[in-house]
């Protein structure tokens, strides 16, 4: 089991930056890697980044790249997002998700992690 618990969301204007962190604990070794996620509301859960534990390898959705950045401390089992530049369009849940299975290529569809976060809250206003 890994649980998965993200924090640091709120309230920001358009323009400002927020920073989410998701820690796990568990049987996080087994991990391969870890994903961010949104869901606004009335609308179907997306892939925002990803990131291997054991590389520096990472993915961003289109929307997002250039303006967010995930990262991650091993020593810590956190990951982290660093979101820049927000827009209103980026109100959402932000959900972390672990994946455990080693894959050839990130994984960006949400089937494919099998522990996830509660979510926390981004709100970005006008």
């Known amino acids: 089991q890994v649980h998965l618990v993200e924090s640091g969301g709120g309230l920001v204007q358009a323009g400002g930056c927020l920073r989410l962190s998701c820690a796990a604990s568990g049987r996080t070794f087994s991990s391969s890697a870890m994903g961010w996620f949104r869901q606004a509301p009335g609308k179907e859960r997306e892939f925002v980044a990803v990131i291997r534990w054991s590389s520096d390898n990472t993915y961003y959705a289109d929307s997002v790249k250039g303006r967010f950045t995930i990262s991650r401390d091993n020593a810590k089992n956190t990951v982290y997002l660093q979101m820049n530049s927000l827009k209103p369009e980026d109100t959402a849940v932000y959900y972390c998700?672990?994946?455990?299975?080693?894959?050839?290529?990130?994984?960006?569809?949400?089937?494919?992690?099998?522990?996830w976060g509660q979510g926390t809250q981004v709100t970005v206003s006008s």
């Open positions: 998700a672990a994946d455990q299975i080693t894959r050839w290529a990130l994984p960006t569809s949400s089937y494919e992690y099998e522990y």
